[in-house]
């Protein structure tokens, strides 16, 4: 079992629509959970940044952690065509060695439609 | 605006020809990273700082190092590229909270 795994998709909606992202992950010593948005060819943007379990809003995005399930989403509200893009989920914890480093998901393409 | 910045943005080299790729931020971030990211595929960590402390992750071949001769600078030196070294390469920093901010990255072509 991958220590994250995430739907590639793609994923295909219309303009307005509510999209719902997931990871979910095995180690449960991860404790910081992060969403990237990439643009092709562009380098990971962090979108969103969450410290244990909750929820987080910054305008059309919501992320939400629930370690209990080890089960993280990413919600866009009102998607726009410009919103699409790679969404990479990320993690990391302390777990006996380096602290530093994050284990990432795949990625899920996300188009939306005009 | 404080930023992670790359140099080249794209580089091609020939098969065998040493490159390097720079890094700078003026973040002020004590940890740096260097990223490998193929097509389709999530970044896959080849070293990190820790300040001057050097973290080789274990399945980073031998082909690659790494020089961070202060806290805003950080290079990557691939010794002899072959065909497979073809990638996205990026740079990111990193805060004590794990947040990571990434570099927009050097597109590397190696005929």
């Known amino acids: 079992q991958k220590e994250v795994e995430q739907d590639p998709g793609p994923l295909s909606v219309p303009e307005g629509a509510i999209v719902s992202l997931n990871c979910t992950y095995s180690?449960?010593?991860?404790?910081?959970f992060m969403w990237y948005r990439q643009y092709s060819r562009k380098g990971p943007e962090l979108l969103m940044y969450?410290?244990?379990?909750g929820n987080k809003e910054d305008g059309r995005f919501t992320a939400q952690v629930d370690k209990s399930s080890k089960y993280i989403s990413l919600f866009i509200r009102d998607s726009q065509p410009s919103d699409s893009a790679t969404y990479l989920c990320?993690?990391?914890?302390?777990?006996?060695?380096?602290?530093?480093?994050?284990?990432f998901g795949k990625g899920t393409l996300l188009t939306v439609n005009p | 605006d404080a930023m992670v910045i790359q140099n080249p943005r794209y580089q091609v080299t020939q098969f065998g020809k040493p490159v390097t790729l720079s890094c700078s931020q003026t973040?002020?971030?004590?940890?740096m990273y260097w990223y490998q990211q193929k097509s389709s595929q999530a970044p896959k960590l080849l070293f990190h700082?820790?300040?001057?402390?050097?973290?080789n992750e274990a399945d980073t071949p031998d082909n690659f190092q790494s020089r961070r001769p202060n806290t805003s600078f950080c290079f990557l030196d691939i010794r002899s590229p072959g065909l497979g070294d073809a990638a996205m390469y990026l740079c990111?920093?990193?805060?004590?909270?794990?947040?990571?901010?990434f570099g927009p990255g050097t597109r590397l072509t190696v005929l």
């Open positions: 700082y820790y300040d001057k402390d050097f973290n």
């Open positions: 180690n449960s010593a991860f404790q910081y």
């Open positions: 990320a993690m990391s914890g302390y777990s006996g060695g380096s602290n530093y480093k994050l284990t």
């Open positions: 969450t410290y244990s379990s």
């Open positions: 973040l002020n971030h004590n940890v």
């Open positions: 990111a920093t990193g805060t004590t909270y794990n947040e990571q901010f």
